[in-house]
């Protein structure tokens, strides 16, 4: 207090000016909690003169619910004072004569005099600073709803979007599926016509020996159906099975080559298989499959006449790579971005939607894969699609 | 004389159970891999071939092309149009341009049998 306490010689008129206009609220209170001083701008904030003041605890500035509360802090204050400066955080009320509560902020600084113990306190009233604070604070849980309501409905149509795309990866599948069954009628049929030639010589001959040998034959055709049915379980198995696999790309490209020989027109267009041992991946293989069969069909739709679908693995840094090369038309400049694009077709509208290469690249990119191309007008096109190898425990 | 059914299908294995169906008929069998083989069996037996039998589903000429050639090349031969997959749409076609049955594979030999009989029958009748 030194320095200050110095200046009191110097002008107290000065010092009275200080008190008397200051434009917060001064008070002096007592060791009894009773008010000693209270300077102008106090009496105008609480609506009292100086009489009605003077001598009063303290207490009748506070509204009645507070005020134990209020005492209760003067008791901790007084047990061990120290200053408190302006610009706390704890809030406090105010009554004033007529009344009026109203939300004030409170410096504190005790002071030792011959008269005993003071505590000077400084006072303003903060209704206007709290009726901003409030608004800003409302403002903000208001803008906090908003942003978790939004953002709860961007979860929602992200989830959506996934659904959508699982239908969709199964409604492609289907499509595949119906192109695969008219081809594998064709490859049930055949057998099966066979079985019921020999089974009807069977039935209306007496030769033994040609029972037995149309009998084994009848075998052999119905093991050639059996397999047949065989792979179109295997491809046609819903996308119900979440569990990812260790897959082995050669296997699934296999496949997938036989599915495409089994049902569709490939007859004149030679497919090719090199296998080099690969890495596994982690993966659906129906999915694989999938994707290998969408893109194999495409090479062999994109020849006409005579050609050859190519088709080789290999494992490099910790990637799998599978590549399929058609001998075919080619893909124009400026399509090789689009082909992957929903319903965009080259073909005729009998020969599909165009969403094969679209659920291509999503169940690629789902799994975390990459997918390319090349193509030459003319000379033919090749597919590269690379995986992450499957971390090996 | 002879009498000959001529069978026109890419698989060996159809052709095969249906010349065993046929074999206690009195036809003999003729067979072709391909509309274009079919084409050339039909110009020098012309007047034997008793029924065609043509498979729809080829590569490099189908089925449909085929028999709208044996229609215009040889109108009086009549053509049984034989398929793996029922098509009511197809079968409809084939009718109007005047195939004279729709069989479906498997088929039985009776059924057969039958159909290639009706056929020649309305052969004989085509040429009188």
Known sequence: ??????????????????????????????????????????????????????????ELLVPDEDAEVHRRHRRTFDASPSPRNMGGREHFNGVSKDGRIFPVEIGLRPCETEEGGLVVATVI??????????????????????????????????????????????????????TLVSGIGHEINNPLYLV???????????????????????????????ETVKNLSQYARPCGSHDLQNVDLNESVAAAVQAAK??????DIEIRQKSRPVDAILAKPEEIQQV?????????????????????????????????????????????????????????????????????????TRHGGTIDLVSDCGSGTTFIIEFPAADRE | MHHHVL??????????AIRRQLSGTHFEILEAEGAEQAMELLGANA?????IICDVRMPRISGVEAVDYFR????????????????????????KEGVVDYLVKPVEKEKLVEAVQQAAKQRKIFES
């Not at chain 1, 200051?22 to 060791?31: D, T």
């Not at chain 1, 100086?50 to 009063?56: A, R, T």
């Not at chain 1, 089994?262 to 007859?267: C, D, E, K, N, V």
Request: aromatic share 4%; glycine share 8%.
């Open chain 1, 1 to 58: 207090m030194g320095e200050s306490m110095q200046q009191d010689n110097i002008s107290e008129k000065l010092l009275r000016l200080a008190v008397h206009a200051s434009p917060s609220g001064i008070l002096i209170v007592g060791g009894d909690g009773c008010i000693v001083f209270a300077n102008q701008a106090l009496l105008d904030m609480f609506g009292y003169s100086s009489d009605e003041l003077l001598g009063h605890p303290i």
């Open chain 2, 47 to 51: 007047l034997t071939v008793d029924v």
């Open chain 1, 125 to 178: 009233d903060i209704s206007e600073r709290k009726l901003i604070e409030d608004r800003l604070r409302r403002h903000e849980e208001s803008l906090e709803d908003l942003v978790e309501e939004r953002t709860r409905e961007l979860q929602e149509v992200q989830l959506e979007k996934e659904q959508v795309l699982d239908q969709l990866i199964q409604s492609e599948k289907l499509t595949a599926i119906g």
């Open chain 1, 292 to 364: 290998l069969f969408n893109v194999i069909r495409n090479g062999i739709q994109a020849c006409t006449g005579k050609g050859v679908v190519a088709i080789d693995t290999f494992s490099k840094d910790n990637r799998v790579s599978v590549r399929i090369r058609d001998s075919g038309t080619g893909i124009p400049a400026g399509n090789e971005k689009k082909i992957f694009d929903p319903f965009f077709t080259t073909k005729g509208p009998d020969d599909g939607e165009g969403l094969g290469l679209y659920i291509v690249r999503q169940i690629v």
């Open chain 1, 262 to 267: 089994q049902s569709l027109q490939s007859g």
């Open chain 1, 196 to 226: 019921l030639s020999m089974a009807e010589t069977i039935r209306d001959e007496d030769d033994i020996y040609s029972r037995r040998e149309y009998g084994d034959e009848i075998v052999k055709q119905c093991r050639r159906i059996a």
């Open chain 2, 72 to 95: 215009r090349k040889h109108p009086t031969t009549p053509i049984i149009v034989l398929t793996g997959f029922p098509d009511l749409d197809l079968a409809v076609d084939f009718m």
């Open chain 2, 7 to 16: 069978i026109v299908d890419d698989e060996k294995d159809i052709r095969t």
